[in-house]
């Protein structure tokens, strides 16, 4: 509730960027804060899974604190290899062990095997 609210005093908020009424306001939402990779560790782990499947596992970058889609998105580039994430881990198809490594410390995660 804001000060006069519902009277004839009272003043609507307006978007700091755009200046506009809130309920008018176009401005997309505020880029995401994400972590700096540099305060973060990448844990790298090759694991099999059903079927003989072998897949390289990233851990320990948070969902919320990094663009995991995005990372994601690269390491398939980078390592001609299918992906999926599951909550905060960003699993790529296959042994890509030393790329994945050079990819993150290249974006200046320090990374753990
Ligand atoms: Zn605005």
Same mark, same amino acid.
């Given at each position: 509730?804001?000060?006069? @609210?519902? =009277? ?13 009424? /809130? ?32 897949? =390289?596992?990233?851990?320990? %970058?948070?969902? $919320? #604190?990094?663009?995991?889609?995005? %990372?994601? *998105? ?5 390592? #001609? ?7 905060? $881990?960003? @699993?790529?198809?296959? $042994?890509? /062990? @030393?790329?994945?490594? @050079?990819? /993150? ?7 753990? *095997?």
């Amino acid at each position: 509730m804001r000060l006069f @609210e519902g =009277t004839q005093f009272d003043i609507p908020p307006k978007c700091e960027r755009c200046g506009k009424l /809130l309920a008018e306001c176009q401005c997309p939402p505020p880029p995401k804060a994400w972590l700096a990779p540099e305060k973060q560790t990448a844990r790298l782990a090759v694991e099999k899974r059903k079927k003989g499947k072998v897949v =390289t596992v990233v851990r320990g %970058l948070s969902a $919320e #604190g990094n663009d995991l889609a995005a %990372l994601l *998105t690269l390491l398939k580039n980078k390592c #001609g290899a299918g992906g999926t994430i599951e909550g905060d $881990e960003v @699993e790529i198809q296959g $042994e890509h /062990l @030393e790329r994945v490594r @050079e990819i /993150l410390a290249g974006l200046k995660y320090k990374v753990r *095997t």
